[in-house]
């Protein structure tokens, strides 16, 4: 059987953070073979830290992705407590999360505002939005702004966060500061929720509208939150995080530096949506209200609706940090370190970065890292990513090539995908 | 009379895409605009073009796919002016702290017997490829690196390297001495400054993240002797050092001149 025509592929996927290209192969029979080519380098990231110091391995992890260094910096101390057996106090682990919102809340703006929306507005890229959209862009700034800074303030920097360091915090913010913030984040729920009724305007394109396995981390202390030891999937199945591997396969695929995954043989989501998905119960507050009232678009059924789970999520982080600096500020003076002994041990983190379970499982021997996993969210998102491209494909072959290419984008951008993140390797 | 454009372009090879995010963060960007304009700008920009002449390439990300090869040589010959931007580009950032193990050593313990279609390689600066002919530092860069590269070039001058170290900002902020008081292996005063200090203004020991100072004035003997002093060894010095200067041609050479002058 002859195959006259030709790929359609998009190079390079513009607006996601890392490289990588979708290619549409259409036979005489319709779509024969859909591939998200992962072409970033490979970074190595377990093999260059195993036997490394833990203190300098900690400094290295974040620098697997910059969207969410916070997350990596605070999933991989966690294992690494973990596994030395320390326990950081209530309120250090209060000012930790804090700063894991502060990544959320930016990494979440900038994806909403300068990766998604201008495909729904027709800019290529978002700084043309500038003058007609001034309110918009404006309210981005601001979010990402105060994301930013939450993570100067608490993490030394946005982007690769020294002032985390095992027991602790390097430093910790004064009252002041710390009171500010929570002026500067009630400022920004009207911004929020501004940001939530905009993207449940936007449409969510119905060709990938299908059954979706969700997996989340299950949140500690019965809140809907980052920090988790089990893991609980959409088909009512949980799991305690240690065990990931009994449910979820990573394998090789030749047309990718990044790896896929599979629960229990098949492809899922991870995500906002997917935090939505199985724990909206645990929401509380304005984000609840908003979540009962636009159920209808928060649906398990369609990766586009990851765009508005994030929307919700912004609203209900940005409560959520006012409460937990209440927390810390009740707790008043903190004392920011604690000593920690090395021990050898193991230790696995599980916690809900911006695009979803960010796994890390270290273990300790000596003071070195004798053994290192890291699973990232894009890592198990891909092969459900690929369906939904395919679905998409399916639906649109027989179009302008140009139109599909625009909407393949749409369904990989829907899942905030972190290419760099996703190629650091997972080990074997 | 409309000023003409200056033809930018961004450029990603292998990295955490930290130095755009960088840039794509500073409020500042929406100044430039009227100026710039912007050729090809991945992570921003839809219609961006790999191939087409700008007169600036900011490039950030190491070398490490045979493609990622052709592609600087192809950035270089479109460019007027090349810039690396961060440790990947200038210094093969983290991902080269293991560059003398074999690559197929890292492959193996990472994807086992996997294959994929495209050829990974060893990390790498730019540099060893193509002539760079500026260089912004950090992990990532501080946000007025670019404002001052991208001002200067604007106005048709040149940014100029700092040739001091970490310390020297760390001593006017008058933060306490983490290496001499706190004993840790901070790397400040071999480290290129322009962080003002950041980390251990946190409490936190320098990790060396902007490079070595250049010129030849980065003293990794004298810093080694400090750390043997401090009990480090010969290992753990060199590891801690070449997180972020593993190509550096200096630093075996002259940290082993201090274990060897022991031994005599």
């Known amino acids: 059987m002859k195959n006259l025509y030709l790929p359609i592929t998009v190079d390079h996927i513009a607006r996601v953070e890392g490289k990588g290209g979708a290619e549409i192969i259409v036979g005489d029979e319709g779509v024969k073979e859909v591939r998200l080519n992962i072409i970033e380098g490979p970074r190595f990231f377990e093999a260059i830290t195993i036997g490394k110091k833990l203190d300098e391995a900690l400094a290295v992890y974040p620098r697997i992705c910059s969207f969410c260094s916070a997350a990596h910096k605070l999933t991989a101390v966690e294992a690494a407590e973990k596994a030395i057996g320390f326990e950081p106090r209530e309120e250090i682990q209060a000012l930790r999360e804090v700063l894991y919102i502060g990544d959320m809340i930016e990494s979440h703006a900038l994806h909403l505002y300068l990766l998604v929306l201008p495909d729904y507005l027709g800019y290529s890229n978002p700084l043309k939005m500038v003058d007609e959209y001034r309110k918009e862009i404006g309210i981005a700034l601001d979010l990402k702004n105060l994301g930013s800074w939450m993570m100067d303030e608490l993490g030394a920097r946005a982007i690769h966060q020294e002032n985390v360091v095992l027991g602790g915090f390097g430093k910790l913010p004064g009252r002041a500061t710390l009171e500010k913030m929570k002026r500067r984040l009630q400022e920004a729920l009207p911004k929020a929720e501004y940001t939530f009724e905009l993207f449940s305007k936007l449409e969510q394109y119905e060709e990938v509208e299908g059954p979706i396995t969700h997996l989340a981390v299950k949140p500690r202390g019965d809140l809907y939150g980052i920090y988790g030891d089990h893991i609980k999937a959409s088909d009512g199945n949980e799991f305690p995080s240690e065990d990931y591997k009994e449910h979820i396969r990573e394998f090789v695929v030749e047309h990718s530096f990044a790896k896929h995954s599979h629960y229990h043989g098949e492809p899922f989501m991870v995500g906002a949506i997917s935090r939505v998905v199985n724990n909206a119960p645990l929401l509380y507050g304005r984000a609840k209200e908003l979540y009962k009232s636009h159920r209808e678009l928060l649906r398990p059924t369609n990766p586009f609706a990851n765009n508005l789970a994030q929307a919700l999520e912004l609203v209900y982080f940005t409560e959520r940090a006012i409460d937990l600096i209440d927390e810390a500020l009740a707790k008043w003076p903190i004392r920011p370190r604690d000593e920690v002994e090395m021990r050898d041990g193991f230790g696995v983190s599980t916690t809900e970065a911006p695009r979803g379970i960010l796994v890390y499982a270290l273990q300790v021997k000596d003071g070195r890292v004798a053994y290192a996993d890291i699973i990232t969210p894009t890592a198990f998102n891909l092969a459900m990513m690929e369906v939904h491209v395919r679905m998409m494909a399916e639906k649109h072959y027989n179009d302008d090539p140009e139109r599909l290419k625009y909407l393949a984008e749409m369904v990989v951008r829907a899942y905030d995908p972190c290419i760099s993140c996703s190629v650091h390797v997972a080990r074997l | ?264």
């Open chain 2, 1 to 264: 009379m409309e000023e003409k454009k200056i033809r930018i372009g961004f450029y990603a090879l292998t990295s955490c895409y930290g130095c755009q995010l960088q840039l794509a963060m500073m409020d500042e960007l929406l100044q430039l605009l009227p100026r710039a304009e912007i050729v090809c700008w991945y992570m921003l920009e839809r219609d961006s073009y790999e191939d087409e002449p700008v007169d600036i390439a900011f490039i950030e990300g190491s070398v490490s796919t045979e493609e990622e090869v052709e592609l600087v040589k192809r950035i270089r010959e479109n460019a007027k002016i090349v810039v690396a931007v961060g440790s990947c580009a200038v210094q093969g950032g983290v991902q080269s702290w293991e560059k003398d193990k074999s690559l197929e050593e890292l492959w193996k313990t990472v994807y086992g017997d996997g294959k994929v279609k495209f050829e990974p390689k060893m990390a790498e600066p730019v540099e060893n490829y193509i002539k760079v002919d500026y260089r912004i530092y950090g992990c990532p860069p501080e946000k007025k690196d670019f404002l001052y590269a991208i001002g200067t070039f604007l106005v048709g001058s040149w940014p100029e390297d700092i040739d001091y170290p970490v310390c020297v900002e760390c001593r006017l902020k008058g933060h306490p001495c983490i290496l001499i008081e706190k004993g840790e292996p901070c790397l400040g005063p071999i480290t290129r400054a322009g962080c003002d200090a950041r980390c251990p203004g946190f409490g936190v020991a320098c990790i060396g993240c902007r490079g070595a100072i250049g010129y030849d004035v980065a003293w990794f003997d004298s810093l080694a002797r400090t750390f043997k002093e401090k009990g480090l060894t010969k290992e753990e010095i060199l590891e801690r050092m070449k997180m972020f200067n593993a190509y550096n041609p200096k630093l075996e050479e002259m940290v082993e001149k201090i274990f060897q002058e022991v031994e005599e």
